[in-house]
């Protein structure tokens, strides 16, 4: 084998090295799965370019995008990697196969990575690290074959809290998904004549597009910040999550990312309602929890939004705030002291309440869940997470409150 590898140019050997290292820690069979589908999505790309797909298939793969996506965003994401609410059994059933549809791999897989990149975004530690490059951060990262670790209670407290349904599904999945992602769409295309590219269109194109939409989140949603606009984290010149409107529109609602980054346990992912910032999966979560399929929504408060975001802004400054913008696509911006004018002018109310009563959760617990975060002294990513970053603010805001009630 060595002789034989010493005959080879250096490129092809490395390429081989590379495979052999993905094989060792287990991930070839995922980098091989990820290349082989898309290769089915070049051929349904082709059978649309050459118009041999009917109008009908076209429609059912459009349909089949929010189905899919909202498989990954109110199911994989929200649901079982945030528990930011919770599900009645028949919808957890409907979530998985929405899932499958979108194919993205064992559920428990999908929430280790997702807990890893939120407890050290764009770091070393971040399996899609953005500070690595935009393609890195999209799917490069998917035939990386370095290894990422998790300690032993982030493992439990991520796997233990998924349900029995969800394990199955993980156990099932390699055979599962590809037949409901692939083989669904194909049979439902048969049903008018054209199975073929609905196995090719409707299923490998389709999925395609979801996959890169969800990977749109890692990469364009994290980035180089601004100085303006409405980045929720006001750091400038640093790689971080930011808003994204294109993966807002294209991720169902998942590209106000910086305020998620923030309050990754609210279930809306988004500092404002639905009609304000486009959010098709908080309106889907809203509709379930109407006919009594969703209960216990966790949602930030307007209140802890707006003394979260001055305390990152560190603008003492800041007089009130003002809901801006077109409809699906406002933002709340600060309006400093000496500019009232521009609060008298909106047509919204500074601190708007677009929560019901009952899911809003009140300012005294608010701060109880960050006290006793600050005397357990550790960082828990499950349901009562909340950034270092920001807990760090919040402290030296208190001793700051201390300091001038001693000396005032
Ligand atoms: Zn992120
Ligand atoms: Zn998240």
Same mark, same amino acid.
């Given at each position: !084998?060595?002789?034989? @590898? ?39 790309? *082709? ?25 990954? &965003? ?19 059933? !409907? ?16 929430? @280790? ?9 764009? &770091? ?27 300690? *032993? ?84 010149? &640093? ?12 991720? @169902? ?80 911006? +600060? ?18 309440? *677009?929560?019901? +009563? ?6 005294? @617990? ?15 990513? *499950? ?15 208190? !001793? ?9």
């Amino acid at each position: !084998m060595v002789g034989m @590898l010493s005959l080879m140019p250096m490129q092809v050997v490395k390429v081989l090295q590379h495979i052999q290292k993905l094989e060792r820690n287990g991930m070839l069979l995922q980098a091989l799965g990820v290349t082989a589908r898309h290769f089915l999505a070049a051929y349904g790309l *082709s059978l649309c370019v050459r118009g041999l797909v009917t109008w009908r298939t076209c429609l059912l793969g459009a349909c089949l995008w929010p189905v899919s996506g909202l498989g990954v &965003t109110a199911g994989a994401h929200r649901l079982w990697s945030h528990r930011s609410f919770q599900a009645s059994r028949p919808l957890e059933v !409907m979530l998985l196969f929405m899932y499958s549809m979108a194919d993205q791999g064992p559920i428990g897989g999908w929430a @280790l990575t997702h807990a890893m990149h939120h407890s050290a975004s764009d &770091t070393r530690h971040d399996p899609h690290n953005r500070r690595e490059g935009f393609w890195h951060a999209h799917f490069g990262w998917l035939f990386s074959a370095r290894k990422y670790r998790l300690s *032993s209670k982030e493992y439990h407290t991520v796997m233990d809290g998924l349900s029995e349904l969800v394990h199955l599904h993980d156990t099932a999945c390699l055979v599962w998904d590809p037949l409901v992602s692939l083989g669904v769409p194909a049979l439902l295309a048969y049903t008018w004549g054209d199975a073929w590219a609905g196995f090719f269109v409707a299923g490998a194109v389709r999925w395609a597009f979801v996959q890169h939409v969800t990977f749109l989140v890692n990469s364009m949603a994290h980035g180089e910040l601004g100085t303006e606009g409405h980045d929720f984290i006001a750091a400038t010149g &640093t790689i971080g999550p930011r808003v994204s409107l294109l993966t807002t529109i294209l991720a @169902l609602g998942e590209g106000w990312h910086d305020y998620h980054h923030m309050f990754p346990w609210d279930y809306a992912a988004a500092e404002l309602d639905a009609w304000d910032q486009w959010n098709p999966t908080k309106a889907f979560i809203d509709t379930c929890a109407l006919v009594g399929l969703v209960t216990g929504r966790r949602r930030c408060s307007v209140r802890l939004q707006t003394a979260t975001r001055q305390l990152m802004l560190g603008n003492s400054k800041v007089d009130s705030y003002v809901v801006e913008g077109p409809p699906f696509l406002r933002n709340r911006k +600060p309006v400093l002291l000496g500019n009232s004018k521009l609060a008298a002018v909106s047509s919204k109310p500074a601190t708007r309440e *677009s929560m019901e +009563p009952c899911l809003k959760r009140t300012w005294i @617990l608010d701060w109880m869940s960050l006290l006793r975060h600050l005397l357990c002294g550790h960082y828990q990513q *499950s349901r009562d997470e909340v950034h270092l970053e920001y807990l760090h603010t919040m402290c030296q805001k208190l !001793m700051h409150r201390c300091q001038t009630l001693i000396y005032a």
